[in-house]
């Protein structure tokens, strides 16, 4: 990750924090902060135990302009189902790929438009979650360079589409 101009950093709390609610909670492993775009980035290695042992998980944070309410944007499965809370979108194929979680029903409904929808599925494995000024992304073991590069993209593709009016309607005051 070096090679790409990013260094070295004491992991954030925040990063921690969330890397513990979106998965099991563990510990931060290395965390590495940079530019991606000109956008700032956060990429935090981190762990839990498993029954098999350590389990590796990788966050990845890109900045937003503004700060976001908390939506979450994952892949569905009849486990999740059974969870409840699954806010569902007008886009039926949408519904049956993600699970969307927000304390805000229009918001996401603001953020996830049939642009940004058609392109989620498109793109069935990048998961999201909005936390304050970051996009953030997750997922399970290690992470190669060129991954996390492609992940970036993605993410980069998802702030992207979110429509103007929602940075300034929404924005965190």
């Not at 790409?4 to 563990?26: C, F, H």
């Not at 969870?83 to 007008?90: A, F, M, S």
Request: aromatic fraction near 8%; glycine fraction near 8%; proline fraction near 6%.
């Amino acid at each position: 990750m070096e090679a790409q101009g990013w260094l070295v950093a004491p992991a954030e709390p925040w990063l921690v924090e969330l890397a513990g609610r979106l998965t099991i909670k563990g510990r931060a492993t290395q965390m590495f902060t940079g530019d991606f775009g000109g956008r700032g980035l956060r990429v935090l290695d981190y762990e839990f135990t498993a029954r098999r042992g350590p389990a590796p998980v990788h966050l990845i944070a890109l900045s937003l302009p503004v700060g976001l309410p908390r939506l979450t944007v994952s892949r569905d499965s009849t486990l999740t189902r059974v969870l409840g809370n699954d806010i569902e979108l007008e886009s039926q194929a949408f519904n049956d790929r993600f699970r969307v979680q927000a304390d805000d029903q229009r918001f996401a409904s603001a953020v996830l438009q049939p642009r940004l929808m058609e392109w989620m599925l498109q793109n069935p494995d990048l998961q999201w979650h909005l936390a304050g000024n970051a996009l953030v992304s997750w997922g399970y073991g290690e992470v190669p360079v060129a991954e996390v590069l492609v992940r970036l993209e993605a993410m980069a593709g998802v702030i992207d589409r979110i429509p103007p009016f929602v940075l300034r309607d929404y924005a965190a005051s």
